[in-house]
């Protein structure tokens, strides 16, 4: 095991496949130095200037283009430098990305990753720090992993980039620098395989991201008062893992659903959705959702604070369905 | 009219040209007799732009088409049956039926698709010339677009990345001055298109669309200096849309003066003159051609009239390479 930080595991997860298969290239804007977050840092030495892109400030070009080559035998990975600006890209990924293959009627892979640096922090303001993956899991035709942790990060990215369709990779922007035990041998983490973050017995936390952090932290502070809660990570949302959450919900009864974007139309309610057609019977009490309030994030440090759901929040949550 | 084709290349133009302009007023008929559903456009006038340009093409070479495409499917080498069978939205069209006229492609021939989404395949471009530079093969990518199109920033976007990179790209605007009910001097500043290719640093020229061997020919120069590794071009073929935007158009935004004007710059009958002229072609052999092509597309009718209709399930197919899970 190397201890790895999330950045740092990305990039190892990026030389190796690399490394591995020569279709396989980098594009995006500053990647070069891997600015600003250093995912792609000293790729430009091992795979030169050819695999390794500097793009133009062109959105819709740089992930078209990224789709052309996917259709024509190569394995292209966009780094989105924020996840906020795939707006600026939208039609290639909602109208054309998403919907090559079935539109095609199945002629076409169309293998590519989109890497997007979202969520909050650092008072980044309100063009630089949305959580935006409950967008896309409203279009069908892609498949979005979210990673917490390094371990995960390079085991997900691995194989999304191995996979015959096109993958998003959302990296918390605040989860690059934190460290954690990477494996030293080759790992590849299948899509739609949640991982128990930490086993309990009374409720279950459910979490993506950063809020994983924030739920362990959680699980931490209601242990001292003798609550065992379990952290639930669905490491992807599509494919989801609809056997480990509902048999974490058959243990505990009691279930909290933590994300960071906005509450309205989230991922959390898409999950809560499944926990219900899955396993009713077995919930004790109504669903807990934690989540962002419905406004952009703001800039102010307090403002940003109050627009951050934290370890309290899901301490919170997690007494309100115990009660 | 020159030409720099060969007798059999001009043969095989005429018969492509034909063959479009046949396909196009029988999808027509079928359309308004209720045989084909959603939305159709169709390239009556416009048939040389799409056989000058896929006529200096390869079939490995890759098209980049717009929702008028059917034109560009046919001149590229698609099945007819397989095109037919789509626009019906039959389990046997090219798209299984998930396509339809929009939106119809066939990989087999390069053309990777119509576009529902003007100016799309700009910025898919860029993406298609860098593979085949990175796979080191000697193919080149076309994207053809409207006029209407090139007023869409994924234009500008596509053609600054391909020039950036010297990709192997060719541009086509395909003008017929008209984007829909707004025409283009009330749309596009500057007033050519071709203009703009300056401004990128790339050849940029403008031509008779109705001259499918002024087409041809520049369409081989810059598919050659594609080739050669110079980069893209972008050529701006004017031409006359005959028909109303979609079918059932009522047209109230233009006076009949336009369609009488393409009827005297028909590129079909265009390049039949040019080629009797040269005794290449004679009445009875254009009336061999006329049967010849009325068969094939009544065998693509019968085909797609006999076809199944997709099974409901297959609603659920073709959205991933593989399902391991329940969504
Ligand atoms: C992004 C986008 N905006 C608007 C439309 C609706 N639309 C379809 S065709 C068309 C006109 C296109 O004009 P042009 O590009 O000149 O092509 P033409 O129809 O003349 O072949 C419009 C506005 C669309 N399909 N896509």
């Known amino acids: 095991m190397a201890l790895l930080d999330y950045a740092g595991a990305l990039n190892l997860a990026l030389r190796e496949e690399m490394s591995r298969d020569p279709r396989v290239y980098v594009i995006g804007e500053d990647i070069v130095l891997g600015v600003p977050f250093g995912v792609t840092k000293g790729l430009i030495e091992e795979f030169g200037p050819e695999r390794v892109r500097n793009a133009p400030i062109s959105e819709a070009a740089i992930v078209g283009s990224a789709l052309g080559a996917a259709l024509t035998g190569m394995r292209p990975v966009v780094d989105m430098h924020f996840a906020d600006f795939v707006t600026c890209a939208m039609d290639e990924v909602a109208n054309q990305i998403a919907k090559s293959r079935y539109m095609f009627g199945g002629q076409v892979d169309c293998p590519l990753v989109l890497r997007m640096p979202y969520g909050i922090g650092k008072s980044a303001g309100g063009h630089h720090s949305n959580s935006v993956e409950s967008w896309f899991l409203n279009i069908p035709g892609l498949k979005i992993a979210i990673p917490s942790t390094p371990r995960d990060a390079r085991g997900l990215l691995k194989t999304a980039i191995r996979d015959p369709d096109p993958v998003m990779v959302f990296e918390h922007r605040g989860l690059y620098r934190v460290v954690g035990e990477v494996p030293d041998d080759e790992e590849l983490i299948p899509l739609g395989c949640a991982d128990v973050k930490r086993p309990g017995e009374d409720v279950t936390v459910i979490a993506t991201a950063r809020m994983v952090h924030a739920a362990l932290e959680a699980a931490d502070l209601l242990a001292q008062e003798g609550i065992s809660a379990e952290v639930v990570d669905p490491r992807s949302l599509v494919p989801l893992d609809r056997e480990t959450l509902a048999a974490s919900v058959a243990k505990t009864h009691r279930i909290v659903i933590a994300e960071e974007g906005p509450i309205r139309g989230g991922a959390g309610a898409w999950l809560a959705w499944v926990v219900m057609e899955e396993c009713f019977d077995d919930l004790d009490a109504p669903i807990a959702r934690v989540a962002g309030p419905n406004v952009p994030i703001p800039f102010s440090p307090p403002l940003e604070a109050a627009c951050t759901p934290d370890a309290e929040a899901v301490v919170a949550a997690c007494r309100q369905v115990l009660k | ?327």
């Open chain 2, 1 to 327: 009219m020159t030409d720099t084709a060969r007798p059999d290349q001009l043969l095989e133009m005429y018969t492509a040209m034909v063959r479009i302009r046949r396909f196009e007023e029988r999808v027509r008929e079928l359309y308004a007799n209720g045989r084909i559903p959603g939305f159709i456009h169709l390239s009556i006038g416009q048939e040389a732009v799409a056989v000058g340009v896929c006529a200096a093409l390869r079939r490995d070479d890759y098209l980049l088409s717009t929702h008028r495409g059917h034109g560009h499917l046919i001149a590229k080498g698609g099945s007819l049956r397989a095109l037919m069978a789509e626009l019906y939205g039959k389990a046997t069209g090219c798209c299984k039926g998930k396509g339809g006229s929009m939106h119809v492609a066939d990989a087999s021939v390069g053309f990777l698709g119509a576009n529902g989404v003007l100016t799309a395949g700009c910025v898919l471009a860029p993406g298609v010339g860098l593979s085949i530079q990175l796979r080191k093969t000697d193919q080149v990518a076309v994207a053809i677009f409207g006029d209407g199109a090139a007023n869409r920033g994924p234009f500008h976007e596509g053609v600054n990345l391909a020039a950036l990179w010297r990709a192997p790209v060719v541009f086509v605007c395909e003008n017929n001055w008209w984007a829909s009910t707004t025409a283009h001097a009330v749309s596009t500043a500057g007033g050519s298109i071709a203009a703009r290719a300056a401004g990128y640093g790339i050849p940029g020229v403008a031509l008779d669309g109705n001259d499918g061997l002024a087409v041809f020919k520049a369409c081989s120069d810059a598919v050659a200096r594609a080739r050669r590794g110079e980069g893209p071009s972008l050529i701006e073929a004017q031409t006359i849309r005959w028909m109303g935007h979609y079918e059932g158009d009522p047209q109230l935004y233009r006076g009949k003066e336009e369609a009488v004007e393409g009827r005297r710059r028909d590129p079909v009958a265009l390049l039949r003159d040019y080629l009797e002229g040269k005794k290449l072609l004679d009445a009875a052999h254009v009336e061999l051609i006329e049967t010849a092509v009325r068969a094939e597309i009544e065998d693509a009718v019968a085909f797609a009239e006999a076809s199944p209709l997709p099974d409901s399930r297959a609603a659920l197919e073709d959205l991933f390479a593989y399902y391991p899970w329940r969504e």
